[in-house]
């Protein structure tokens, strides 16, 4: 089994690589996952249809996947184990014209009108008998942007719940993490940012994502008239417990119940 030990609060696993390689493979994997729910019109794109960057992240999966098959971590119901974090499946379905990729985004994550159970947008899927507000919601998740330079320079989105921009967000603050951890053996303000954004990792994940992420994975699933869909939501699904055990996250969420998911709303 592999070892475990804390750097500035996050669970680092003890597999012979450098931590470092390990955080440059959730930071690639994030980065991967936030353009491919990205709309193909933004332009992100080449980040998961380039050949470059389809072999590093395939790299990146792959030693996810060696360094998680001898951990011992909760694999919930409905969620898949580390053999399923490959993303050779995937990347093969991305071998299609960008018109073809757009015309089945549009059709399942379409945000006036996406698949049942589909929405893109977090906060549908959160329990609207709780007292909750939409615009204070929105206006919360815009203020932890704001708050760790995520905007900078960027019009904010119209959505800032969108699973795309809520993926770049923890991609950001691993990479803001581990800038300043280089920077820690001679600035202790580093070493302090360092741990603002771990800690911000951990509760970013258990607040905004834990709850939401498997069902829409789930959903994801059961796209099974070809396409990217269905492998996309086999790797996320495998790649949630992992992620969260190497948080030591939980979901804190009041959430409609995964069983629900047809009854969701779509996006406002």
């Not at 491919?36 to 933004?42: A, G, I, K, R, T």
């Not at 299609?96 to 945000?111: I, M, W």
């Not at 770049?168 to 603002?196: H, K, P, T, V």
């Not at 789930?218 to 269905?230: D, K, M, P, V, W």
Request: proline fraction near 5%; charged fraction near 25%.
């Amino acid at each position: 089994m592999i070892a475990a030990r804390r750097v500035f609060g996050v669970c680092e696993f003890d597999t012979g690589r450098d931590t470092g390689a390990l955080e440059d493979d959730r930071e690639r994997m994030y980065g991967f996952l936030a353009a491919l729910f990205s709309h193909p019109d933004e332009g992100k794109w080449g980040r998961v249809l380039g050949g470059s960057a389809q072999r590093l992240a395939i790299a990146a999966a792959d030693a996810l996947r060696i360094a998680a098959s001898g951990m011992d971590y909760e694999v919930r119901d409905g969620e898949l184990p580390s053999d399923e974090l490959d993303l050779r499946f995937l990347v093969v379905e991305l071998c299609q014209p960008l018109e073809h990729l757009k015309a089945e985004y549009e059709r399942v994550l379409s945000v006036g009108q996406p698949r049942p159970g589909c929405s893109p947008f977090a906060l549908d899927y959160q329990d609207r008998s709780c007292g909750f507000r939409l615009a204070e919601s929105l206006a919360d998740l815009l203020g932890m942007y704001r708050a760790f330079g995520f905007l900078d320079g960027n019009k904010p989105p119209y959505r800032p719940d969108h699973v795309a921009y809520e993926l770049e967000f923890m991609n950001w603050l691993i990479g803001q993490r581990r800038l300043a951890w280089r920077m820690a053996a001679a600035d202790r303000q580093a070493g302090d940012q360092a741990e603002r954004c771990d800690l911000a990792q951990r509760s970013f994940f258990s607040d905004h994502l834990a709850g939401w992420l498997g069902p829409l994975a789930l959903s994801l699933r059961r796209c099974t008239s070809g396409g990217y869909f269905e492998p996309l939501g086999r790797f996320l699904s495998a790649w949630i417990p992992l992620d969260r055990h190497h948080l030591e996250a939980e979901s804190r969420e009041s959430l409609i119940d995964s069983r629900l998911q047809e009854e969701l709303p779509v996006g406002t």
